[in-house]
C-alpha cells in the first residue's frame, strides 16, 4: 500500500468474506475503493464507510430470478443516486450520476417519467446552440490562448490559495488595460451568418495587413431572437460593447458589419440557472 500511495496508484480492495470487519479493515488498508459483499447493509456501509468508493453489493444469485425481483434488489442502490445541479447549456440543469450498471435504466426511467412534462433528449448541436446564447464558454473559447480572465471566469480563481499558474496570471501581457475579452456578435443586417474563425476589424477597407482586434470563436442561428449570434475573443472587449465592427472571412469570401453585444445574449441576469 505504501508503494502504491508514493506513486499515486489507486487501490481497490476485494475483501471477501469479512462481515463485521469492514470498518476495521478499511482503516487499517486505507484503500480508494472497496467491494461490498451481498450480505452488507448499503446504508451502514455509506455511514461507516463514507470516505471510500463503494462498489459491489448485490447477490450474484440475482441473475437467476425474475425482473421483478432484481429491480427489488437494485433500488436499494438505484436509491443512492447522486444528483448535481450542474448546466453544460446555461440553462437550469441537473446531472443524475448512477453506478454504469444501472445506466439504461436510469435515462429509461426517467423518460418514462417525464413524458408528463414533454421531455425530449437533444443532441450536442442544440446543446451547442443554447450555451452560446446563453454566453455558456467552452473548448472554443477555452483553447490554450486565453485565461481565465479573458471568458469572465475570474471568479474561479482564488486570491488567497497558490496554485500552478498563478505568477503567470500577473505577468503585464495578462494584467493589461486592454486585454482580450469574450463578447457577443451580432450582424447588423440580422440575417447574415458569420463564419467561425472569422476575424474581427475595425476597417474593412485598411490596406493590408489588416490589424486584427480579435476572432469568432462559436457561431449559432438564435432560436430565441431569431437571428445569427456568435461568440468572439475581442482586444478590450469590455469596452467595446456597443461598437460597431467589421468581420472579414477570406476562406469565405465574406466581409460583414457587425456590432458588438453582451455575450449573455439570452437571459443575461442568468435568472433561469438560478431559478
Known sequence: MDF??????????FP??????????????????????????????????????LQGGLDPKILLSS???????AKKYLDKARIFRISFSGELAYEVNVESDNGNFMWEKIMEVGQEFKIQPYGTEALSTLRIEMGHV??????????????????????????????SLTRKAFIAEDRQKVVGVVPLDKKTSIPEGSHLVKDSNAPLPNPKLGYISASCWSV?????????ILKDGKNMIGEKLFVMSPLKNKVIPVEIVSSHYVDPKGERVRS
Open 224 to 232: 430565441e431572437h431569431d437571428n445569427p449570434f456568435s461568440l468572439a
Open 138 to 167: 467552452a473548448g472554443s473559447e477555452l483553447d490554450g490562448r486565453t485565461i481565465p480572465y479573458d471568458n469572465s471566469l475570474e471568479g474561479l480563481v482564488s486570491k488567497k490559495k497558490d496554485f500552478i499558474g498563478k505568477r
Open 16 to 53: 471477501k468474506g469479512i462481515k463485521e470487519n469492514y470498518k476495521e479493515f478499511n482503516n487499517l488498508v486505507k484503500p480508494n475503493g472497496i467491494n461490498l459483499d451481498y450480505d452488507v447493509d448499503p446504508n451502514w456501509a455509506e455511514k461507516n464507510l463514507s470516505n471510500v468508493v
Open 4 to 13: 502504491c500511495k508514493k506513486k499515486k496508484i489507486p487501490v481497490i480492495c
Open 67 to 73: 425482473n421483478q425481483e432484481m429491480l427489488k434488489s
